[in-house]
């Protein structure tokens, strides 16, 4: 079996000749840069620095030779920014805490704290405030405020979220990055390729997290008016997607 005959016959509930690998094919199946850095040097892979694919996270890229080596089954299909908007090239040399050499993006801005910790900068701005905190020693960043409450939090209209979630429409020059990467890593592997459809294909909430959360209790028809925009820009989404990348993604993870 291929890589990809073997992932779509475990979808399909079938089974394969063995158990299918993923490592690294999507953002949430992937392997910290610390972590694969060591994993490179004991399978004794050529010495260079990971280069972080995900900065909230500090996911490591998983390169070809990692892939062969193991036998992975999956290759990502990404946007080119992940998690803060971040867009991965560019890259400069970067040590983590831990002493770990690293590849970091070019517009990965860092200031450190009087404690110690590293605040993480807007790409576009970095003199702007801080939009995520690694704590001194730690491992990956945190969302600044990203659970803050309101106790007077007023949700935005549904009229006005309708106007506004045109803007969740997947735009032109993406779907061009998607096609043309699917399309290369279809035509030179045999691998399942998953679609990282963060965000495209997938329910939104509105103000923070601790005050969305608060929403579901106190306001339950609003929220089940939110899905169902969300749901019919998902399906508007999957539909641009599907009319641009066709079959030449085998996962969509959203």
Not at 119 to 129: N, R, V
Request: proline share 7%; charged share 25%; net charge negative.
């Amino acid at each position: 079996m291929t890589s990809r005959e073997r992932v779509l016959a475990a979808l399909n509930h079938q089974e394969p000749d063995r158990v299918p690998i993923d490592l690294g094919g999507t953002f949430v199946t992937g392997i910290a840069a610390q972590a694969l850095d060591r994993l490179r040097k004991r399978l004794g892979l050529e010495d260079r620095p990971v280069k972080v694919f995900d900065v909230l996270q500090m996911l490591g890229e998983v390169e070809m030779d990692v892939v062969e080596r193991l036998q992975v089954d999956v290759l990502p299909v990404e946007p080119p920014a992940m998690t803060f908007g971040l867009p991965r090239g560019d890259w400069k040399p970067w040590r983590l805490f831990d002493g770990t050499d690293v590849l970091v993006p070019g517009k990965f801005h860092v200031t450190a704290s009087p404690e110690g910790d590293w605040l993480l900068h807007p790409p576009s701005s970095p003199s702007a405030s801080p939009i995520g905190r690694m704590p001194k020693d730690g491992f990956y960043f945190d969302g600044i405020d990203y659970g803050g409450w309101n106790p007077d939090f007023k949700p935005p209209s549904l009229e006005h979220l309708r106007t506004a979630s045109k803007s969740w429409l997947v735009k032109d020059d993406l779907l061009r990055h998607l096609e043309g990467r699917a399309r290369t890593l279809r035509q030179s592997t045999d691998k399942a390729l998953a679609l990282g459809a963060w965000g495209m294909a997938s329910l939104h909430y509105v103000g923070k997290l601790t005050e969305f959360l608060c929403l579901l209790s106190s306001d339950r028809p609003y929220v089940h008016d939110l899905f169902a925009l969300c749901a019919e820009r998902a399906v508007e989404n999957l539909g641009l997607l599907h009319q641009a990348l066709g079959t030449n993604v085998d996962v969509i993870a959203a």
